[in-house]
């Protein structure tokens, strides 16, 4: 496949699928056959959980960071934000044995949500401020980008600026108290599902706030809003009248994922 030199273009949740992201970046045409970015001045983005349920999550950020070295010497440009599991490696890092919730420890609530000891193995400290510096929110021309398709960014601020500040400080100190409550807003999803019957409204007034014609997230596998399940998932899901896009392939559920160049659909 040409990659679109001026594109943009998305991946959600990899959940430590190192392979499968490979090969999907090598599809789209911004990998090439030696593994080094071939995108030119194309973006891509990553909506975050680069970590849990699969083999190589550490591989994961790895060869993100790589790209974005690389990407830049051809006027590229590859980001990257915050998903849940991200600081929940971290929690486990820093407070493995610091009680969680009745009977468990951080490192324990990690390991019951996907956590692998060769993640925490291997994590050094250049991953570790890779992770503490990830926004939690973006624009990207028109569009709002997100991990969690949830209201929990209001708790944090009513700009991008604001929520990226805020978040940015819990992970940097690091707080214990800030980080368990930012996990447990985390759990959080639904908020502009079709499902209910505000949703279409929420997400007008989510953009209204932090910017941007429609929000892009992950978070929430697509199977888990269509029933449809994972393995046959090969394209996001467009709802809330085409305000949200949803790119959680699901890749941990058995899905080979998908990337998802952006078109402005609104002006």
Same mark, same amino acid.
């Given at each position: ?171 940097? +100190? #690091? ?11 985390? &759990? %959080?999803? $639904?908020?502009? *599902? =079709? ?24 978070? +929430? #596998? ?11 998932? &090969? %394209?996001? $899901?467009?709802? *809330? =009248? ?26």
């Amino acid at each position: 496949m040409t990659v679109n030199s001026s594109g943009l273009y998305f991946i959600g949740d990899i959940h430590g699928h190192k392979l499968k992201l490979i090969h999907l970046l090598r599809g789209a045409g911004l990998l090439n056959e030696r593994l080094r970015w071939s995108g030119g001045a194309a973006t891509l983005c990553f909506l975050g959980d680069f970590v849990d349920r699969g083999p190589d999550g550490i591989g994961v950020i790895d060869l993100i960071m790589q790209l974005q070295s690389e990407a830049v010497a051809t006027g590229g440009q590859v980001v990257a934000i915050l998903g849940n599991h991200d600081p929940l490696l971290l929690s486990a890092y820093w407070f493995p044995e610091h009680p969680h919730s009745v009977g468990k420890t951080c490192k324990d609530v990690w390991l019951l949500n996907g956590g692998k000891e060769n993640d925490l193995a291997r994590l050094t400290a250049q991953h570790i401020q890779w992770l503490q510096h990830l926004p939690a929110m973006l624009l990207l021309h028109d569009k709002l980008i997100t991990h969690a398709d949830a209201l929990l960014y209001y708790d944090y601020g009513a700009t991008i600026a604001t929520v990226n500040q805020a978040i940015g400080a819990i992970l940097q +100190t #690091p707080d214990f108290d800030g980080l368990m409550l930012l996990l447990d807003r985390f &759990t %959080q999803r $639904l908020a502009f *599902a =079709d499902a209910r019957l505000d949703g279409g409204l929420r997400a007008q007034q989510f953009l209204g706030t932090y910017g941007g014609n429609q929000l892009l997230h992950g978070h +929430t #596998p697509i199977s888990k809003m269509t029933g449809k399940p994972a393995v046959f998932v &090969t %394209q996001p $899901l467009i709802y *809330a =009248d085409g305000l949200c896009v949803n790119l959680d392939a699901g890749m941990y559920m058995g899905s080979e994922g998908f990337v998802y160049e952006a078109k402005n659909q609104r002006s």
